[in-house]
């Protein structure tokens, strides 16, 4: 989007007075501009992700490596120049993953490609071995009668295809959040989907799943995109199909971690923040490089170069390495909670959680007043190839729950069209993340974070700000 039209701007002069309208000084803009360029050149998130990968590797929440990773947090923070670190506890129950196999049993032996999902309990030592029924969409096993399910495995099989905005996960995901749930309440032994991903290899996408508090709960995993081709092209000659499913797995207690959080303390308004961040959990196949090794590489890498300049930022810097994101956003709902009291002071915030291929889009939750700013900071994205979307943002997943509080938000969209051939396999890793494309992540994160900093006015963060919008 161009600027305001002028009338707009007359309007909101007159109705508010012009001091209202939020502005970026010229000399922010020409810094910005310098912050872009120098990102484009710069390693440092590579190599942050490098290290984190490497170094770590993955850290399923409430694991070893979660402690690890907190502490690599911490140390890094400091190593870049972040003056204030501290950690915020977050706790939740705890899940464990130990083995996982499964084959079908006819109409021929061939072992499946297969992964537990989180939340899912084990299954009896010796597996589960029952005759499959398929099911092509969610409302079709919600619509199943009782008697076609019992004591068998369900197995629900829609394909997802690759989109730029990876709008189909929009079919996978509440296939694999909640169809466990309803399989279970229809008496189903155990459940079965096709991958929530766009790939065609045999590596299953694991991902969480979620259970009413005193719902029944069953077996639940995910098959690759070939195993389940293979299901359904021998369904499809009407010949009985039997699965094995040996799951050892199951809920562990309860943890307690803690999202890192460090500053680059601001020098006129330290009080107000700019957030930005990842989470720091991945899943356990992978080594969690583009789901959020690199949301965190952008944050720690911009918050350093933002705090490398002469002359501090005017508001805060601050990064969030988030806690447990994937089990259920346990980090950013107690982020929100801890600080929604000074929501009207988190000025505006953007997490990067959709892996690090080029941004195109900017989306902005802020109030009119602001949109001179945003139209400013999109002069300067874009020559990085980013265009302005008309839809909300909402901060990305860990900070939309202090969105929804009421700070202002922006959510940049990466090209997404190969980020579910990957997203929660064990092929989540360095490999796939493009150097040149980071570098563009961190050159969109650093410009618009620093703009924001300097502005003169502000986005509209106010308790229940964005509330009409959300409903
Ligand atoms: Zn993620």
């Not at 989180?118 to 969610?138: C, D, E, Q, R």
């Amino acid at each position: 989007m161009r600027a305001l039209p002028c009338a707009l701007l007359a309007l909101l002069s007159t109705a508010a007075g012009a001091a209202s309208i939020t502005t970026i000084p010229d000399e922010a803009v020409t810094q910005a501009i310098a912050l872009r360029d120098a990102a484009l050149k710069d390693k440092q998130a590579y190599e942050i992700l490098e290290s984190l990968t490497t170094e770590i590797g993955p850290r399923l929440a409430g694991s070893e490596n979660d402690q690890k990773a907190r502490d690599w947090a911490v140390a890094r923070f400091k190593a870049l120049g972040f003056d204030k670190v501290w950690s915020e506890p977050v706790t939740y129950p705890k899940w464990v993953r130990r083995s996982e196999s499964a084959a079908l049993v006819s109409p021929f032996a061939q072992k499946l490609a297969v992964t537990a999902l989180g939340y899912s309990p084990g299954t009896p030592k010796g597996g589960i071995t029952a005759p499959l029924v398929m099911f092509n969409s969610l409302d079709a096993l919600k619509a199943a009668r009782p008697e076609d399910v019992k004591g068998k495995i369900v197995f629900v099989s829609a394909r997802m295809q690759a989109h730029k905005d990876g709008h189909d996960y929009g079919i996978g995901s509440p296939i694999r959040s909640r169809g466990p749930a309803i399989a279970a309440e229809l008496g189903a032994a155990a459940f079965v989907l096709r991958s929530a991903g766009t790939d065609s290899h045999r590596l299953p996408h694991t991902g969480v799943t979620s259970w009413k508090p005193d719902g029944k709960r069953i077996p639940a995993a995910a098959v690759s995109n070939p195993d389940a081709d293979l299901i359904e092209q021998a369904l499809r000659r009407g010949q009985p199909v039997q699965l094995k499913l040996q799951l050892d797995c199951g809920m562990d207690g309860e943890y307690t971690g803690a999202n890192v959080i460090a500053d680059i303390t601001g020098s006129e308004k330290p009080d107000e923040v700019v957030i930005l961040g990842g989470h720091l959990d991945s899943w356990d196949l992978g080594t969690g490089a583009i789901d959020d090794g690199a949301g965190v590489a952008i944050g720690m890498s911009v918050g350093a170069m933002i705090g490398r300049l002469p002359q501090a930022p005017k508001r805060t810097i601050r990064v969030v390495a988030f806690a447990n994101e994937e089990a259920g956003l346990y980090g950013g709902k107690a982020y929100a909670a801890a600080h929604k009291h000074e929501v009207a002071q988190h000025i505006l915030g953007s997490e990067s959680d959709f892996g690090s291929d080029r941004i195109w889009r900017l989306q902005a939750s802020v109030k009119p007043e602001a949109l001179p700013a945003i139209d400013r900071m999109m002069q300067v994205l874009a020559p990085l190839g980013v265009e302005r979307g008309m839809g909300r943002g909402n901060g990305g997943p860990d900070l939309s729950p202090i969105h929804a509080e009421g700070m202002a938000a922006l959510s940049l969209t990466n090209d997404g069209t190969r980020y579910f051939d990957y997203h929660h396999t064990a092929d989540d890793t360095l490999d796939k993340v493009d150097p040149e494309q980071l570098a563009q992540n961190v050159a969109v994160y650093v410009t618009w974070a620093y703009m924001a900093a300097q502005a003169d006015g502000d986005f509209g963060s106010a308790p229940g700000a964005f509330k009409q919008a959300e409903e």
